[in-house]
């Protein structure tokens, strides 16, 4: 509704502009003119589109310039404003001596042109200082933030927002790590994400419903936690779903995406963005085990390849032992001889310590339990 005004009013000053500019016209031009209402209709016709034109310029301008603003860290955009203030104002408080001086009516445009020119030079200076002196300038309001200065310094790095997922908010592990501060800064949540967990908790199946209601459920106890760290992106941005709009938005913010999605984090890197799988994270907060370390360990199934048995670690890990598809349901003593990395997760091999003693006595004590 506010565009279609806007649009309007633009519409309506260009014909305006058109039909009354007649009148600002020199007489001996306007007595070239043999019908002036003519003139008049066609001048305004003109000015209709020319003002059709500006206005839908002026709608781009404004998107873009909100969509920035939307997406501009709140410390950002203080600095930028403060740095713009501090800027005209030193700007006036030179221009002061200047506008008090006489000068000739030859150039009685001096003193409007060095205005205009001095409030632009020194507004624009201001706004750019801001950009690379802004934290060192919010410490000005608050000298006791150690963590600014150190930021600005270069010693410590700047805390990144972090921009959730529908999978991570559906995982549910997100809150532990908030909990446990492992996660800096401002928590995004896209609207898109939001209309996705909407249409999953209204979807007619059960699964997919049951996720919606627990991912919106988990942004409710977040926001009661922590309130306005947690900032809902109201920005509507262009793409074909909801992976390409958080990809915008993670550019856009200089931001950190959180994920619990593969396929998603692999496309973040490809566009070298910051990203954050909770897989990875699973895997590298994994207890390390190393060949050579000594196992007890339950086989609890046969392997793919001859004689293989399958055991787990407390984390999860699979171990896969050698010689071992006997002892199925028995807990051997075993030793490491090496790891793999997987895109799924960590693959662990071992054999059989050479004690037969030992794992006989275990499986037959597991025989007769």
Same mark, same amino acid.
């Given at each position: 509704?506010?565009?279609?005004?806007v649009?309007?009013? +633009?519409?309506?000053?260009?014909?305006a502009?058109?039909?009354?500019?007649?009148?600002?016209?020199?007489?001996?031009n /306007?007595?070239?003119?043999?019908?002036?209402?003519g +003139?008049?209709?066609?001048?305004?016709?003109i000015?209709?589109?020319v @003002?059709?034109?500006?206005?839908?310029? +002026? /709608?781009?301008?404004?998107?873009?310039f909100?969509?920035q603003?939307?997406t501009m860290?709140?410390?950002?955009?203080?600095?930028?404003?403060?740095?713009?203030?501090l800027g005209?104002?030193?700007?006036?408080l030179l221009?002061?001596?200047?506008?008090l001086?006489?000068?000739?009516?030859?150039?009685f445009?001096?003193?409007p042109?060095?205005?205009?020119?001095?409030?632009? +030079?020194?507004g624009?200076?201001?706004?750019?200082?801001?950009?690379?002196h802004?934290?060192?300038?919010l410490?000005?309001?608050?000298?006791?933030?150690?963590?600014?200065?150190?930021?600005?310094?270069?010693?410590?790095?700047?805390?990144?927002?972090k921009?959730?997922?529908?999978?991570?908010?559906?995982?549910?592990?997100i809150?532990?790590?908030?909990?446990c501060?492992l996660?800096?800064?401002?928590i995004i949540?896209?609207?898109s994400?939001?209309d996705?967990l909407?249409?999953?908790?209204?979807?007619s199946?059960?699964e997919?419903?049951?996720?919606?209601?627990r991912?919106?459920?988990?942004?409710?106890?977040?926001?009661d936690i922590?309130?306005?760290?947690?900032?809902i992106?109201?920005?509507?941005?262009?793409? =074909?779903?909801?992976? =390409?709009?958080?990809?915008?938005?993670?550019e =856009?913010?200089?931001?950190?995406?959180?994920?619990?999605?593969?396929?998603?984090?692999?496309?973040?890197?490809?566009?070298?963005?910051?990203?954050?799988?909770?897989s990875?994270?699973?895997?590298?907060?994994r207890?390390?085990?190393?060949p050579g370390?000594s196992?007890?360990l339950?086989i609890?199934?046969e392997?793919?390849?001859?004689?293989?048995?399958?055991?787990?670690?407390? =984390?999860g890990?699979m171990?896969v032992?050698e010689?071992?598809?006997?002892?199925v @349901?028995?807990?051997?003593?075993?030793?490491?001889?090496?790891?793999?990395?997987?895109?799924t997760g960590?693959?662990?091999?071992?054999k059989?310590?050479?004690?037969?003693?030992?794992n006989?006595s275990?499986?037959?004590?597991?025989?007769?339990?």
């Amino acid at each position: 509704m506010t565009d279609i005004l806007v649009l309007i009013l +633009f519409v309506l000053s260009g014909a305006a502009s058109g039909w009354l500019g007649v009148d600002l016209l020199p007489i001996e031009n /306007l007595r070239q003119v043999s019908n002036i209402e003519g +003139f008049r209709i066609v001048l305004s016709i003109i000015g209709f589109f020319v @003002g059709l034109a500006a206005g839908f310029v +002026f /709608l781009k301008l404004r998107k873009t310039f909100l969509d920035q603003i939307r997406t501009m860290p709140t410390d950002l955009l203080i600095s930028r404003s403060v740095g713009l203030i501090l800027g005209l104002l030193v700007a006036n408080l030179l221009l002061a001596p200047i506008l008090l001086i006489p000068f000739p009516r030859e150039v009685f445009f001096a003193k409007p042109l060095s205005a205009i020119l001095s409030n632009i +030079f020194f507004g624009v200076l201001g706004y750019k200082l801001a950009d690379t002196h802004g934290r060192t300038l919010l410490r000005l309001f608050n000298p006791n933030n150690t963590d600014a200065y150190l930021v600005n310094e270069g010693i410590l790095p700047a805390a990144s927002p972090k921009i959730l997922d529908t999978s991570v908010i559906i995982d549910g592990r997100i809150n532990g790590l908030l909990n446990c501060g492992l996660l800096e800064g401002q928590i995004i949540v896209a609207q898109s994400v939001i209309d996705e967990l909407q249409t999953l908790a209204d979807s007619s199946n059960n699964e997919k419903r049951s996720k919606g209601r627990r991912g919106l459920k988990l942004l409710k106890e977040l926001r009661d936690i922590y309130g306005r760290r947690l900032v809902i992106n109201p920005t509507k941005y262009e793409g =074909d779903g909801t992976d =390409d709009k958080l990809l915008r938005i993670t550019e =856009d913010m200089s931001g950190t995406l959180i994920t619990a999605d593969y396929n998603l984090s692999q496309i973040a890197e490809v566009k070298e963005l910051k990203v954050m799988n909770l897989s990875d994270l699973v895997i590298a907060l994994r207890p390390e085990v190393q060949p050579g370390e000594s196992l007890n360990l339950k086989i609890v199934r046969e392997g793919k390849e001859k004689m293989q048995g399958i055991g787990y670690l407390d =984390d999860g890990t699979m171990v896969v032992v050698e010689e071992a598809k006997q002892f199925v @349901g028995t807990r051997l003593n075993i030793v490491i001889t090496g790891a793999l990395q997987t895109p799924t997760g960590r693959m662990v091999f071992g054999k059989l310590i050479n004690d037969q003693e030992s794992n006989n006595s275990y499986k037959s004590s597991a025989t007769q339990g």
